[in-house]
């Protein structure tokens, strides 16, 4: 019995870094309807960034932890300005081909500075943290941090006038530009709240995984999932989906199908979802009268 | 000085040229209308005045010249578009729609007085205030439409086609409410209107448009009394 609490648990703290990364992925989503397929890796890419703040010019972690947040916050900021832009009225299977190419251009660029070793990323969370054999340190750590960067995220959207802005634009960019917003702006905060809450993801699994350029490669697939569950235009959905996600394939990979066949849980969910009910579980059924 | 000025204004949609060479002015403080077929271009002109579409010509607000600007920049003058469909925020509350409308105002701390002032004018939407605006009924969403546009305190509103979709008991209460905010606080209005005889009783000068050109111009009284636009537009 232990077991399986702990295996649920522990599927709660990675189910948490999913939910992380599939609300970026809905973020993006929401603003342009794509998904954009480079969030894993400028995750990873940040966190790079973290090592070396840590390891080659020493700061504390959460020093590096929130220079790395503000650092992928510009970045997400600048990607979107200097490389979405221009391509914004192009068809979507060029933006997609973008969206592939900033991912193999990060993943090469960080196995070219930092090289394809794997490295390790020290958990910053302390031993009194831990909930014995029910729950590590990480993982709680992990937990509460995923649910700061929520009710910070909530906060910002509901109660801001630029969060309120962002969500304006996002729904009805003409009628935002009519009352004065700049909405190619607020896309590319979007970006830059995306990249942020990617970092975090990113520094969050880390520990778990190893930094290595290739670590977001499955975690994203199990993002894709947990947003597809949640439906992709749904950002307490793809919490809940990410939740979910990291819970049922905890379960699994333990008892059914085993540790190696782990990932075809993201797969068969993938594909599930998209056949049985492409909107997913919350995807907005939208009231409208005229 | 006129207020707004449109000169040998031309726009397209892609390919199709829809405008050309519109000119026509409005002095500060008064009602204009455009009147006109569907298709003569009187959308397409006014979304042209705020920079939605690609145009020629010459644009003059107070002076300036604001063709080839920005909407949001044209926004920022002063100049609030309640647009063909409402633009409702369909997600948002109603709240939040009227928030938005004063987002590019500078004097942030009278936005919660002019809550107060536009819901003075329309009382129904202090009650629907929490509610989702998509789900409001359709003339609930054109009073929305016009009170984010005054939340913008504006000194010329566009309004496009503020009758369309509406009962006839409302669309008079509408154009009188639109009657008392040009009184009571100057702003002038550019209104684009099928229903011509409701928009001559409004506005005090007219344009005729047909086919993206100015065929008519006069005052609301003459434009009234001229036979081909009875027979055409006013249904006499």
């Not at chain 2, 998509?134 to 016009?146: F, R």
């Given at each position: ?7 649920i648990?522990a599927?709660?703290?990675?189910g948490?870094i ?8 809905v973020m993006i ?13 400028m ?5 790079y960034?973290?090592w ?15 220079l790395?947040v503000a650092?992928?916050?510009?970045f997400?900021?600048?990607v ?5 832009r221009p391509v ?10 973008v969206?592939?190419?900033?991912l193999?251009i990060?993943?090469s660029?960080?196995?070219?500075i ?8 020290d ?6 943290l831990?909930?014995?054999?029910y729950m ?15 009710v ?5 959207f509901?109660?801001t ?11 009805n960019?003409?009628s ?9 702006w607020?896309?590319?905060?979007g970006?830059?709240?995306?990249a942020?809450i990617?970092a975090v ?10 930094l290595?350029?290739?670590m977001?490669?499955s ?15 749904n950002?307490?959905?793809a ?18 199908i085993g540790h ?7 797969l068969?969910?993938i594909?599930?979802v998209l ?6 579980l919350?995807?907005k ?6 | ?24 002015s409005?002095?500060?403080?008064t009602?204009t209308t455009l009147?006109?077929?569907?298709g003569?271009?009187k ?5 042209a005045?705020?920079g ?5 010509g010459?644009?003059?607000f107070?002076?300036?010249?604001i ?15 309640v ?13 939040e729609n ?5 987002y590019?105002?500078k004097?942030?701390?009278n936005?919660?007085?002019d809550l107060?002032?536009?819901f003075?004018?329309f009382?129904?939407?202090?009650e ?6 998509g ?5 609930e969403?054109?009073?929305l439409?016009v ?16 009758s ?23 702003v002038s ?16 000068h007219?344009?005729?448009i ?8 006069g ?5 009234k009394?001229?036979?081909s636009?009875?027979?055409s537009?006013?249904?006499?």
């Amino acid at each position: 019995m232990d077991a399986f609490l702990h295996q649920i648990l522990a599927g709660l703290a990675t189910g948490g870094i999913y939910a992380s990364l599939a609300l970026a992925l809905v973020m993006i989503y929401q603003s342009t309807h794509l998904v954009n397929f480079a969030q894993g890796e400028m995750a990873m890419f940040a966190t790079y960034i973290a090592w070396a703040l840590i390891n080659a010019a020493g700061m504390p972690y959460w020093a590096a932890f929130f220079l790395t947040v503000a650092f992928a916050f510009v970045f997400g900021v600048v990607v979107e300005r200097v490389i979405i832009r221009p391509v914004e009225s192009a068809s979507v299977l060029a933006v997609v081909v973008v969206f592939i190419a900033l991912l193999v251009i990060l993943n090469s660029v960080t196995g070219w500075i930092f090289t394809y070793t794997m490295k390790t990323f020290d958990s910053p969370f302390p031993k009194g943290l831990g909930l014995g054999v029910y729950m590590s340190p990480h993982e709680v750590g992990t937990i509460l941090v995923t649910l700061v960067v929520l009710v910070l995220l909530y906060a910002f959207f509901r109660y801001t006038p630029l969060g309120l802005a962002m969500r304006a634009a996002a729904q009805n960019p003409d009628s935002a530009r009519l009352v004065g917003i700049r909405v190619g702006w607020m896309l590319a905060l979007g970006w830059g709240f995306a990249a942020a809450i990617g970092a975090v993801a990113g520094m969050m699994v880390a520990p778990i995984v190893y930094l290595d350029p290739n670590m977001m490669g499955s975690v994203l697939l199990y993002a894709f999932a947990a947003a597809l569950v949640g439906g992709i235009d749904n950002p307490w959905g793809a919490v809940f989906g990410g939740f979910l996600v990291g819970v049922l394939e905890n379960i699994l990979g333990a008892y059914v199908i085993g540790h190696e066949l782990k990932l075809a849980v993201a797969l068969v969910i993938i594909v599930g979802v998209l056949t049985v009910k492409p909107s997913g579980l919350f995807g907005k059924v939208l009231v409208t009268r005229v | 000085m006129p207020l707004l000025a449109a000169k040998d204004l031309h726009a397209s949609y892609a390919l199709t040229r829809v405008l050309h060479g519109i000119s026509f002015s409005m002095e500060p403080g008064t009602i204009t209308t455009l009147l006109g077929a569907n298709g003569a271009g009187k959308t397409t002109t006014l979304r042209a005045l705020c920079g939605m579409v690609k145009t020629q010509g010459e644009v003059t607000f107070e002076g300036r010249r604001i063709d080839g600007r920005a909407t949001e920049d044209i926004v920022r003058l002063g100049i609030a578009h309640v647009p063909d469909g409402r633009g409702t925020f369909v997600n948002l509350t109603t709240e939040e729609n009227l928030r938005l409308g004063a987002y590019a105002r500078k004097d942030k701390e009278n936005v919660e007085g002019d809550l107060e002032r536009v819901f003075g004018y329309f009382p129904r939407l202090k009650e629907r205030r929490a509610q989702q605006a998509g789900t409001l009924s359709g003339g609930e969403q054109q009073m929305l439409a016009v009170s984010r546009a005054l939340m913008l305190r504006p000194k010329l509103m566009l309004l496009d086609e503020p009758s369309f979709g509406l009962a006839p008991l409302i669309v008079k209460e509408l154009f009188g409410i639109l009657r008392s905010v040009n009184e009571k606080e100057r702003v002038s209005m550019l209104v684009v209107e099928q229903n011509a005889a409701m928009a001559l009783d409004l506005a005090e000068h007219a344009y005729l448009i047909e086919t993206g050109r100015v065929v008519l111009s006069g005052t609301a009284d003459e434009i009234k009394k001229n036979d081909s636009v009875r027979r055409s537009y006013l249904g006499y």
